[in-house]
């Protein structure tokens, strides 16, 4: 069986790349490189990197490209790389994608495709802005497609639910924005060189199983 194992999933915040990742993910057996849940940890670790991450994220702006991309350069050192890996949420700039074209190079590996999430800007804000999820156990709900029983309470653990700084309104606009002017980019840069391929919300379910066979 053909298998391209060694991913990047690009869209816009909302697209659906976290969660498309992790039903993949209980399926086959790939290291998943997300840079926004690498930040969050720092974050939460309160290191001086996580405090000015805070910041920048909460402004819904990027980090600087090569801060990003040595983070994701040594995860890509590490063993189970080797094997396969989607990138979720990296590269986002045309200068992180060279990045990675280097440290693919010095590590050996190589990529074999890039998946393009397309989704509609208004269905896109709504995810964003609606998304919140419960403090205590990470479950996560959306206020416009999929309530809580009760609101703001977790249906499976009774905990808080709450909207994740980067989610407001105004910052999901500002992400969108900022994916609009320094990521979209990135489409062209990758069909030109053959890896794209796209997937619109209509086919998501279709294109589950068709990854599902080539990630194996
Ligand atoms: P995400 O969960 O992937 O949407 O990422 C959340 C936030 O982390 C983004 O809005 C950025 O502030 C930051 N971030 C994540 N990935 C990158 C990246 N590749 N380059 C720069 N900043 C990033």
Not at 45 to 65: F, N, T, V, Y
Not at 66 to 95: H, N, W, Y
């Amino acid at each position: 069986m053909l298998s391209k194992n060694k991913v990047i999933f690009l869209g816009a915040p909302g697209a659906g790349k976290g969660t498309f990742s992790a039903m993949l993910l209980e399926q086959v057996k790939l290291a998943h490189i997300s840079t926004g849940d690498i930040l969050r940890a720092e974050v939460a670790s309160g290191s001086e990197l996580g405090k000015q991450a805070a910041i920048i994220m909460q402004r819904g702006e990027l980090l600087p490209d090569e801060i990003v991309a040595a983070m994701v350069k040594s995860r890509l050192a590490q063993d189970d790389c080797r094997e396969g890996f989607i990138l979720d949420g990296f590269p986002r700039t045309t200068p992180q994608a060279e990045l990675l074209k280097q440290a693919l190079q010095e590590l050996d590996n190589e990529l074999d495709g890039v998946i393009f999430f397309k989704v509609e800007d208004e269905l896109l804000l709504k995810r964003l802005s609606g998304r919140i999820s419960c403090k205590a156990c990470g479950e996560i709900y959306n206020r416009y497609f999929q309530k809580p029983a009760v609101d703001m309470i977790c249906d499976k653990c009774g905990g808080e639910l709450f909207q994740r700084p980067d989610d407001s309104i105004e910052t999901a606009r500002e992400r969108l924005k900022v994916f609009y002017e320094q990521t979209e980019p990135l489409i062209d840069y990758y069909r030109q060189q053959g890896l794209l391929l796209t997937i619109t919300e209509v086919e998501k379910n279709k294109a589950f199983a068709a990854l599902l066979e080539l990630l194996q």
